[in-house]
């Protein structure tokens, strides 16, 4: 069993940042990939980011490469997505998982309760 809390969610204009957080407890953190899913309203879950138990790999979302930066912390049992030059379409719920460092949903057996993050044009 883990149970999975973000926080860091909020209201931010566009072209901003917000740096989302997830802690992490119950099973060994540092034995599995991360990753983080949004869904905004009406559509589906989809992919955002995934690391490597080790932090050694990143994985992104070709809508969001080169402005999100995901990390890990082992020792904290936390893991975070640094969000930049935020757009409107990147209004979502965000949350992060615990599975296979894949981009498929299925491939994540635990996950959070979401976290809020609203980019105003």
């Known amino acids: 069993q ?3 809390v973000e926080s860091g969610g909020g209201l931010v ?6 740096r989302l957080s997830c802690a992490a407890s119950g099973r060994t953190f540092r034995s599995y990939a991360m990753g983080w899913f949004r869904q905004a309203p009406g ?6 980011a995934a690391i490597s138990w080790s932090g050694g790999s990143t994985y992104y979302s070709d809508s969001v490469k080169g402005r999100f930066t995901v990390s890990r912390d082992n020792a904290k049992n936390t893991v975070s997505l640094q969000m930049n030059s935020l757009k409107p379409e990147d209004t979502a719920v965000y949350y992060c998982a ?9 491939g994540y057996d635990y996950w959070g309760q979401g976290t809020q993050v609203t980019v105003s044009s």
């Open 2 to 4: 883990v149970q999975l």
């Open 13 to 18: 204009q566009a072209g901003g940042s917000l």
């Open 43 to 48: 559509k589906e879950r989809e992919f955002v």
């Open 98 to 106: 615990s599975g296979d460092g894949s981009s498929a949903v299925w």
